[in-house]
Structures are given as C-alpha cells and as structure tokens.
C-alpha cells in the first residue's frame, strides 16, 4: 500500500429472527473468530470480516441484535453500507411475520440494497424462494441458502452485490 492508499471498507448487515442461521453465515464466511449469540435472553453482534483486496478493500459483516429496542443500531451501520441481508428459516413459516417486520424496520431505517436469504434449504420441507416471496408479500430477491456452506454463503454476498449494483444505476 502506497503512503496515500487508505484501506477502504464496505459494510454488510445481517438481520434476523433467533435461530434462523445469521451467525452461522457470517461465521462461514468470515477470515476473522466471530462471536455468536448462543441464547435468547443474550444481546450481542455477531461481526466478521472479509478482505476483497488485502491493503485495498475490506468487507465488514454485522449480525444485528434480534431485539427491537436495538433498532438504532440500524442507523448507526447505514455509513458505508453495501447492503442488508435478512434471513429467515425456511422451513418455519410461523416466523415469517417476524421476517417482515424486520424487512420493514430495515427498509424504514436504510435506503439501500436489501436481499431476504431462505436459509436451510437442505432441510425437508423448506419452502421454496418464490413461496417465501409470496408469504411475506415482498418483491425484494429471495435467495435459496445453506449458511454453512461457504459456496451458498458467496452466492448470497454476490446477490448482494448485483441488487446494489442494481441500486446504484437507479
């Protein structure tokens, strides 16, 4: 890195209801130890890191708290915000009104990017993508994922990564 290159980051949140897999995901991919909620009476943020390129661009992964009283940590990641990512358990529809009020609050907070992930795909009865999508009355993407599957995991950032490139040409 010259003496006037600064390593640039970009910033990805991770919303979700308990249990439905956003540390695991951001676990997956993460180069750094991330720390994970293991209880739901426990209030943490998950956070990891990916290096796009070393000295010159990093990615920052945020799993939110799963509590509303937490929603103004939404404002404070908007800076430098690539996008949201929300998931949801695919195969426990009783959760999906969580899931909206989620989409909502982050759409309410942040203008930007947003893609909903159906995570556990690989599970007997999960929904499909266009099911989900219905379900939750939303035309945000619905991406099919399996959160510990690191090829799973980068086909949802690279989703990302086409809806803020979709974004930005708005």
Known sequence: MTEYQQLQTV???????????????????????????TSEKTVAMDFGCITIEPDVLACYLFGTPRSRRYDFVYEILAEGLLGNIVMLDSTAP?????????????????????VIVANFRDQPHAL????????????VPVVPCIAYSLSSVKRVLLALCH???HYANY
């Open 94 to 114: 009783e959760t999906f009104h969580d899931v909206r009020s989620i989409v909502y609050a982050v759409q309410s907070y942040v203008d930007g990017p947003l």
């Open 128 to 139: 499909a993508p266009e099911d989900i999508q219905f379900f939750l009355y939303t035309s």
């Open 11 to 37: 910033k990805i949140v991770v919303h979700g209801p308990f249990r439905c897999g956003q540390s695991t995901f951001i676990n997956t991919i993460s180069e750094i130890d991330t720390h994970g909620t």
């Open 163 to 165: 809806e803020a490139l």
